[in-house]
């Protein structure tokens, strides 16, 4: 795991279509690998407070990433997994937060296949965070997942 405040690539919260609870997929993986039953970012619930398990409901979308970057259209490609916060706590503690939680996405597609060679898990705390109130800190509280590794 890498906890970085180096440049990552900054997505914003998914509309409709692009994001399960937990799990931002950036366009280019959702085109690629054909993700089209993903639920909106805005209506489903995020990692919880404080928290970096994996949801239930993301086990779905998690294998269909998996199998295409093990099997499908992306297979051998690299991934970034982008651990976020929201802006509650300190900025320490937020990217240990966000790295804890890309680390367990990271271990989720490990489990089920993926080379660890094709995947760099960083956190950006909640340097990018757009949440101003509780209304809305739920969407700061993912991983992100890219083409391509750290940096790229």
């Known amino acids: ?17 692009k994001a399960s609870s937990t799990i ?26 404080d928290k970096s398990d994996i949801q239930q409901e993301d086990s ?27 802006p509650r706590g300190t900025e320490e503690y937020n990217m240990a937060l966000g790295a804890r939680r890309s680390s367990s996405v990271m271990q989720y597609l490990e489990d089920s296949g993926v080379s660890t060679s094709q995947m760099t898990d960083t956190s950006r705390g909640a340097l990018d965070a757009t949440g101003t109130g509780p209304h809305d ?14 940096g790229q």
């Not at 931002?24 to 407070?49: G, W």
């Not at 979308?61 to 929201?86: E, H, W």
């Open 137 to 150: 800190w739920h969407l700061d509280r993912r991983v992100d997942i890219d083409l391509g590794g750290q």
């Open 24 to 49: 931002y997929i950036s366009d280019r993986v959702r085109e690629a690998c054909n993700l089209t039953a993903i639920q909106s970012i805005a209506s489903a619930p995020k990692f919880a407070f």
């Open 60 to 86: 779905d979308v998690l294998a269909q990433v998996a199998q295409c970057l093990t099997s499908g259209p992306l297979k051998g490609q690299q991934v970034t997994l982008i651990g976020r916060a929201d």
């Open 1 to 17: 795991t890498t906890v970085t405040s180096a440049a990552a690539p900054y997505m914003e919260p998914a509309s409709p279509g």
